[in-house]
């Protein structure tokens, strides 16, 4: 039995979600232990191409038991509208296969209306949410402010708890930012009708995991976001709202008590950036076009392009030693085959000085991109599945990284198929 959590090294999209569906078959549980419906996990496999926002990644494993901890922004209606969409392609979704913590707080509609709200009055200083609610639910949740997932089992009490909650938001809605106040009505008839939907996965998942444990079963922990977006050691204020780092996976998902056995860190070959904030290795222009088109980096929740630019080995040197990543997965090094040299942002400049640490977030802006190169390999590599079958640059583009970062690189991934990479031994 051993405890396992996949988590980005950077600033989210990494492939995340391949991985998991990818390694899934050596676990009998998955848990998503923080975020909510903000961002994507996207998976291929002989079902389709999905885009899951709030289920674990491994649905699609029968036999495999999915959770939702008490970490998570439960949004039910996202939640329902996913279900169905994994449904129609053949993927049974029931209580055998997916549990929801009755812990876990309820993202309500009028999150989401506070996100867009907030947003529009920052303007030019927007954090380029997504506006699915998430910065005001954890905010909420920190205040005690929500409601709980397992209160829609207690219908009396809940709707005495909601009453309090609408009296307090409604001050904010309408004397903050002048917005139409939500009635009590409207919002028992969003809760009847989503969390009848949800209520049959909803239960006791802390005693469930403990139990499973005690049975020898083996869990993998499933990260939203990367390291860059962690509310404490990210981007800040450019973050989440969460904890997307491996030390919050046992609080998270309702084990507080577990030993992490082993830290999976996913790597892009390249970087990719959803919303603002400082990118340091970034590119503009046809450059940025080219590999952005090249990659397919369009956000998975919001269809926006992606930012993107060359591997930043500053930045992802210290996603590592934040994840405490004890191998590395690297994913879309077959998008790279494209490029006659393979550009990397090596080092950083800082006031004049070049620098291999990661800056504080205030002077972060001011960092400036020193770029090396190395040869390209400009052929397909789509279907290597061993390490001798890559070219020799490919592989030394390889091992450059995994000196740079100080990490081994365990899975390099070539394709976004479940078994398109090759695994390091």
């Known amino acids: 039995m051993s405890n396992s959590v996949i988590v980005g090294i950077n600033w989210g999209d990494e492939g995340k979600g391949r991985m998991v569906d990818l390694l899934t078959d050596h676990y009998g549980i998955v848990v998503r232990f923080q975020g909510g419906g903000n961002a994507g996990h996207t998976v291929i496999n002989e079902y389709g191409k999905f885009a899951l926002h709030l289920q674990p990644s491994g649905v699609f494993r029968p036999g495999v038991l999915n959770i939702l901890g008490n970490g998570v922004a439960l949004d039910m209606e996202n939640l329902s509208a996913e279900i169905d969409t994994v449904e129609a392609k053949g993927v049974r979704i029931s209580p055998e296969n997916l549990r929801i913590s009755d812990r876990a707080s309820l993202l309500l509609p009028w999150h989401r209306q506070l996100d867009g709200l907030e947003e529009a009055r920052l303007k030019d200083h927007a954090y380029g949410s997504t506006k699915q609610g998430i910065a005001p639910f954890y905010s909420d949740k920190y205040q005690k402010k929500t409601l709980l997932a397992g209160e829609l089992f207690y219908p009396e009490e809940l709707k005495e708890h909601l009453a309090m909650l609408l009296e307090w938001k409604n001050m904010t809605l309408e004397r903050v930012y002048g917005a139409k106040p939500y009635t009590m009505e409207e919002m028992l008839e969003w809760i009847n009708t989503y969390g009848e939907r949800i209520k049959p996965y909803v239960c006791d998942t802390f005693s469930l995991l403990h139990k499973a444990q005690d049975e ?12 860059l977006r962690d509310l404490d050691y990210g981007i800040y204020p450019y973050t989440t709202s969460s904890n997307s780092i491996a030390a919050f996976a046992p609080v998270g998902s309702g084990m507080p008590y577990a030993k992490v056995d082993e830290v999976i860190g996913v790597v892009k070959a390249y970087s990719s950036c959803v919303g603002e904030g400082p990118f340091t290795c970034e590119w503009f222009g046809d450059e940025a076009e080219k590999l952005r088109e090249a990659g397919g980096e369009y956000g998975a929740k919001t269809g926006r392009p992606r930012r993107v630019g060359p591997i930043d080995i500053v930045a992802t040197r210290y996603g590592v030693k934040v994840q405490g990543a004890t191998c590395i997965a690297l994913t879309k090094l077959d998008v790279l085959s494209y490029m006659e040299k393979i550009p990397v942002c090596a080092h950083y400049m800082l006031d004049g000085k070049q620098t291999d ?69």
């Not at 083996?218 to 990260?223: I, K, P, Y």
């Not at 802006?365 to 290597?384: F, H, L, N, R």
């Open 216 to 227: 020898g079963k083996s869990v993998l922990f499933e990260a939203q976001l990367g390291a």
């Open 357 to 425: 640490d990661f800056p504080f977030p205030a002077v972060l802006p001011k960092a400036q991109p020193v770029t090396e190169y190395m040869e390209g390999w400009s052929c397909d590599i789509s279907g290597a599945r061993r390490w001798e079958d890559l070219p020799e640059a490919a592989r030394r583009y390889v091992e450059y990284i995994e000196a740079q970062i100080g990490c081994r690189i365990k899975y390099v991934s070539v394709g976004p198929e479940r078994d398109a990479y090759i695994e390091r031994f």
